[in-house]
């Protein structure tokens, strides 16, 4: 259902709660795990291809696709990266995990959208970002 439709309703509903209990099943956020699930599923990559692909921690990448991890802005980007996502896939990957998406007037999120873009690997994204001296992928993280 088109979210226009979805906002339709919540208008013509007498009230919240019966617009809440009409439509339960499209308010229920998508679970980022599920999300990433079938990610992986479409990608047709192993685990061990993502992390590679990633350079994101075996265990942690594990736990981030388990539900048991809950991934900065920087993962998921390196994510996008491992699953091999356009800009579009990455853009939504952000939303999922409401997390604020790349804006191309941020010279960092530029350089990112650019190499997500032109396909680049991580390691040539970090070597751009390092060159034009930005924060490279992970280096904000504490982890993995």
């Known amino acids: 259902m088109a979210t226009k439709t979805l906002r339709q309703r919540l208008f013509k509903a007498p009230d919240f709660e019966t617009f809440v209990e009409e439509n339960a099943e499209l308010l229920t956020p998508l ?6 699930g ?3 599923k479409k990608s047709g990559q192993s685990m061990g291809q993502i992390v590679c692909r990633s350079n994101i921690d075996r265990t942690y990448l594990y736990q981030i696709f388990n539900g048991t991890r809950k991934p900065s802005r920087d993962k998921l980007i390196q994510l996008a990266f491992g699953l091999g996502l356009d800009d579009d896939g990455a853009r939504k990957l952000l939303k ?3 997390k604020s998406p790349l804006y191309p007037r941020i010279m960092r999120d530029a350089a990112i959208l650019r190499c997500i873009h032109d396909q680049k690997r ?3 994204t970090q070597e751009l ?3 034009m001296g930005l924060t490279p992928l992970g280096g904000e993280d504490k982890h993995g």
Not at 31 to 36: E, G, I
Request: proline fraction near 0%; charged fraction near 40%.
């Open 31 to 36: 679970k980022l795990s599920d999300y990433l």
């Open 38 to 40: 079938e990610l992986r």
């Open 96 to 98: 999922v995990a409401q």
């Open 122 to 124: 991580i390691d040539e």
């Open 129 to 131: 970002l390092n060159r």
